[in-house]
């Protein structure tokens, strides 16, 4: 374990942005796939073809689990108390906003960057990189598993952060198969476990940290792990 941190606090003293692996190896801790054109600069277009056509691909399957989304709900309630607006983003299906609503019996919306987003209830088409105004410090919880769908971890991050109020939550699934080994360019961001309280402190610069870690109730039998990260802000 020691050498571990170690390791990821020395890579903490560069900024994520400015790593690139297109895939980890060895013992990398996290990696990023840039989408860059040969002059270097963003290729946005080559990023949101690569989610649509995935979300396409995968339309039909559901990853999120109801017993983990009315674990998350009580979690929610003893924590907030009753929220009146949450948000998920990267949804596909949107099964989880779905489930947070009935849950919860509250506002809840889901995004999700594919034109698909409008056959679903509850659903917006939307880039989560993006923010609308009325969303800011006006949100009570942030619930995702897509967050190593992200071209840009910690822009994503700060944007989610500041859509939530002050003592507000944002919770991200994380999995054995959000690691730094499985990253591609449908699933650009990928980190360890150990490693994302450090990245979150860094991106947050004091304004959020990792509350706590909660193991998921329920998960795949693909899965060796699922953990949901809850992040607060002060």
């Known amino acids: 374990m020691k050498p571990l941190l170690k390791k990821a606090a020395a890579r903490l003293a560069h900024r994520l942005l400015g790593t690139s692996f297109a895939k980890a190896e ?10 860059t054109r040969p002059d270097g600069s963003f290729d946005y277009d080559r990023y949101k073809a690569a989610q ?29 108390g009753q929220p009146k607006f949450g948000l ?10 779905a489930w947070f609503r009935k849950y919860l019996g509250c506002e809840v919306i889901g995004t999700e960057i594919s034109d698909t987003a409008t056959q679903f209830p509850n659903t917006i088409q939307w880039d989560f990189h993006d923010v609308k105004p009325e969303w800011v410090n006006a ?3 942030i619930y995702s598993n897509a967050f190593d769908h992200s071209y840009d971890p910690e822009a994503c991050l700060n944007a989610w952060m500041s859509c939530i109020r002050l003592g507000g939550l944002c919770i991200l699934e994380h999995t054995s198969r959000h690691g730094p080994r499985r990253v591609t360019e449908t699933d650009p961001f990928g980190a360890e476990l150990v490693v994302m309280p450090y990245l979150i402190a860094t991106w947050g610069k004091g304004r959020y940290a990792v509350r706590e870690i909660l193991p998921g109730p329920e998960r795949s039998r693909k899965l060796s792990y699922l953990n949901f990260i809850v992040i607060s802000r002060f």
């Open 139 to 141: 949100v009570d919880f």
């Open 88 to 97: 998920c983003h990267g949804t596909r299906r949107g099964d989880e906003q």
């Open 52 to 80: 649509v056509e995935a979300n396409k691909r995968k339309i039909d399957n559901v990853w999120v689990l109801e017993p983990n989304i009315a674990y998350l709900c009580d979690y929610i309630k003893s924590h907030l």
């Open 26 to 35: 060895g013992d990398k801790a996290f990696a990023l796939v840039r989408f």
